[in-house]
């Protein structure tokens, strides 16, 4: 009895994990952490734990007093819940969504990547842009996820719901 009961947990948790049970399968598992979207959400997007490795999000986490030329720093509790949560919902945690699996694939085992936008696969996805896409003044950089991806914080970087200002939507060629 509890063996089924286990099973059936596992079942409907990876059947709702992926949401292709409600056929949208999501790409990373949207960020819910209510500290981590307040401290790591204040300057810029606050990107899913999905995205990167966990070996990455502890780098991350050790470097915030020179984190990307600005001080980020946090104070011990609030930093080591913050790497619990980053830790605990990683890519290599979550490889039944599709996107944190190919970003976990796409890092070598030798590599610790702080950015996403340094990792293999989202270097190969952004290469047709080019910097009259990025520079301009409402997106800036390519660590501005939201500028294009206008549901980049549900978790969802579909190609359809690409939105670059100035130029619209992404035709694929
Ligand atoms: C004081 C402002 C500030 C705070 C607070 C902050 N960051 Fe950042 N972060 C930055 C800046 C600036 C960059 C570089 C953005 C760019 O390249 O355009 C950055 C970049 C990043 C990147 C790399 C993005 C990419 O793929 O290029 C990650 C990952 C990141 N931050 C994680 C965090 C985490 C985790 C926290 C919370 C512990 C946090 N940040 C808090 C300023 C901040
Ligand atoms: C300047 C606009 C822009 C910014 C900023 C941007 N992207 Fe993209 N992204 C694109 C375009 C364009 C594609 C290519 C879609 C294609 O051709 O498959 C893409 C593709 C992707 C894909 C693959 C989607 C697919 O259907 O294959 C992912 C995942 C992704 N981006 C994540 C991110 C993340 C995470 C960030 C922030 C760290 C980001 N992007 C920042 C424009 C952008």
Redesign the pocket.
Known sequence: MKKIVIASILIAGSLFADSSFFGSKK??APATDELYLKECGSCH?A??PG?LPSRSWVKVMDGLDNHFGTDASLDAKDSKSILKYLVDNSAEKFTNYK?SK??NDSVAAAETPI???KTR??IQ??R??SAK??EQKE?K?????????TK?DKGS???RE?N??NFGK?E?D
Do not use: G
């Open positions: 790409d990373v997007f990107y899913q995205l996107r190919k970003i950015a996403i936008t696969y989202f996805k952004h047709e842009l896409h990025i997106v950089s390519l660590a501005n996820c939201m500028a294009c991806h980049a970087y579909n190609e690409i670059i200002p992404w694929d």
